[in-house]
């Protein structure tokens, strides 16, 4: 298997919220896999928008992101901001 990630991710288990609509939609998440440029998230909402700020409240983190891949049940998306991420 080729691996097209710039940065290794790490194994994680971490609940995420996925907000984008002008922050009135927010659908929760979990956080599979994780790494400085990008995550996996495990979703129950077949639509997401393109783009859409991924909040992880138990780091006090936000992520500005891009999808890069979907399925029906997880979609794997590429932090857009610094890849440190911004005090939520």
Not at 15 to 22: E, T
Request: hydrophobic share 35%.
């Amino acid at each position: 298997m080729v691996e097209y990630r710039k940065h290794p991710r790490h194994r994680t288990l971490k609940g995420g919220k996925i907000i984008y609509n002008r922050r009135l939609t927010v659908i929760d998440c979990i956080i599979r896999n994780m790494s400085v440029g990008g995550a996996c998230l495990e979703v129950a909402s077949q639509y997401l928008p393109d783009e859409f700020e991924l909040s992880i409240p138990i780091d006090c983190v936000k992520h500005h992101c891009r999808v890069a891949w979907r399925t029906p049940n997880r979609v794997g998306v590429a932090f857009e901001d610094t890849g440190a991420g911004r005090a939520a």
